[in-house]
Every structure is written in structure tokens, then in C-alpha cells.
């Protein structure tokens, strides 16, 4: 079974100033990773994902995530936040058993709610 | 362009009583599943089927029930509500093979049980 831990429920952090958001995960097989975002109100949207190569993805809204397999982390960073990235960002895992027959299944870290200041 | 639909998008229910959240997807999505999201918990896995018929239990299936009787829905329903099931409830879908590449998200319904 995996399992996703977000280190950090808040993030506070001014306009323009970087951020990280961290995520480690656990899972005895070979794992896709992702990271959601969530608007006030609103559903998830897939930000990036990753599933194989280059362990260093891009996503949307000039995102990006590192896969560190030996640290079994997926660290999300942003070089200079707007306001507009405040929302609640969710990693996420799904393994992959040698049939291939995860169904998609996710498991979600807790949530990481990022608050953007002027 | 639709995506996932949910309704209703906001219920408030007396413990006791019934309801049934449909999901609809009009993407030809083979996977489905339904989450509920509670603070602080993330999103967890109540039910989810893998095509037309079928349905298998998540990580928190108690109180529970689906139905897909037909590919582009899914059905989630509370046979006697309880205030522990007060929670957003998110449906999504995704396609086989690709099912591990994202899904699709509805936009929610919140439930209250009082």
C-alpha cells in the first residue's frame, strides 16, 4: 500500500518571493506522481504529473516538481508566486503492480493550503 | 465540453434519511470513481468501477453504495445518512491505460447531515 505525506498544511509567502511545497511518499512498487491544485470552491486540476524520465517536470502556470527516488520525495517549487496561486495544492500517487492494474487509483496527501500576500 | 458533472452541487440531509449523488461524464471515460475530501484529510477513495457494470470498494466504502449501469454515470448513494458522512464529495474519470495519467474532477457536491 502507498501512502503520501505533505510536511507542511500552510504555506504563507509574499507576491514575487519562490516557494516549495514538500511531499514524500511511500510505496513498495514503482509509482506515477502527481500534484493538484485547487481553487476556492472548485474541483482539481491536474498541475503535473510524473511518470517516467526526466526526473525534473514542468506543469502548468510555470510549476514544477523534482522526483528524487532515493528520498522518495516530489517536491513542488515555483520560482515567484502571484496572488493568483493562492489555493490548496494535493500530491498524489498511484502504483503500478506488475499487471499493470492499478485502475488509476490515487491516494492524496492531506493538502497544502498556499497563501500568496501582496 | 461538459467534462464531469455532478449534481446536486449542495444538500443538506437529516441523519436517517436517503440520497443518491449522480456523476456524469461525457468523455467515453472507462474508469470512475468517487472521493470525499474532509479538512486537513486529502481526498480519500470511497467507491470506483472500471467499466460499464462493474464497481469495486475504495478506502472508505462503509455507508455507502454505486451503481453503473450505464458508462457515462456513476451513482453514490447514502442508504441512512450519518453526520460522519458531512463532506465534499468529488466524482472523477479517467481512461484505461491512461488511468494513471489524471483524471478529470467534477466540481463537487458539499453534503451536510444534521
Known amino acids: 500500500a502507498q501512502s503520501v505525506t505533505q510536511l507542511d498544511s500552510q504555506v504563507p509567502v509574499f507576491e514575487e518571493a519562490p516557494v516549495e511545497l514538500r511531499c514524500n511518499y511511500s510505496s513498495s512498487v514503482s509509482v506515477y506522481l502527481f500534484w493538484y491544485v485547487q481553487y476556492p470552491n472548485q474541483g482539481l486540476q491536474l498541475l503535473l504529473k510524473?511518470?517516467?524520465?526526466?526526473?525534473l517536470v514542468k506543469g502548468i502556470n510555470g510549476f514544477e516538481a523534482e522526483f528524487n527516488k532515493s528520498q522518495t520525495s516530489f517536491h513542488l517549487r515555483k520560482p515567484s508566486v502571484h496572488i493568483s496561486d493562492t489555493a490548496e495544492y494535493f500530491c498524489?500517487?498511484?502504483?503500478?503492480?506488475?499487471?499493470?492494474?492499478?485502475?488509476?487509483?490515487?491516494?492524496f496527501g492531506q493538502g497544502t493550503i498556499l497563501t500568496v500576500h501582496p | 465540453n461538459a467534462g464531469v458533472t455532478q449534481t446536486p452541487k449542495f444538500r443538506v440531509l437529516k441523519t436517517g434519511q436517503s440520497m443518491t449523488l449522480l456523476c456524469a461524464q461525457d468523455?467515453?471515460?472507462?474508469?470512475m470513481y468517487w472521493y470525499r475530501q474532509d479538512p486537513g484529510m486529502g481526498l480519500r477513495l470511497i467507491h470506483y468501477?472500471?467499466?460499464?457494470?462493474?464497481?469495486a470498494k475504495g478506502e472508505v466504502p462503509d455507508g455507502y453504495n454505486v451503481s453503473r449501469l450505464k458508462k457515462q454515470n456513476f451513482l453514490l448513494g447514502l442508504e441512512s445518512a450519518a453526520p460522519s458522512q458531512t463532506s465534499v464529495y468529488f466524482c472523477a474519470s479517467s481512461l484505461p491505460g491512461q488511468g494513471s495519467y489524471g483524471y478529470t474532477f467534477g466540481s463537487g457536491t458539499r453534503l451536510t447531515v444534521v
Open positions: 468523455m467515453n471515460h472507462e474508469y
Open positions: 468501477s472500471v467499466g460499464e457494470g462493474t464497481t
Open positions: 498524489a500517487v498511484t502504483d503500478l503492480n506488475a499487471g499493470g492494474t492499478s485502475y488509476g487509483k490515487l491516494t
Open positions: 510524473y511518470l517516467s524520465g526526466s526526473t
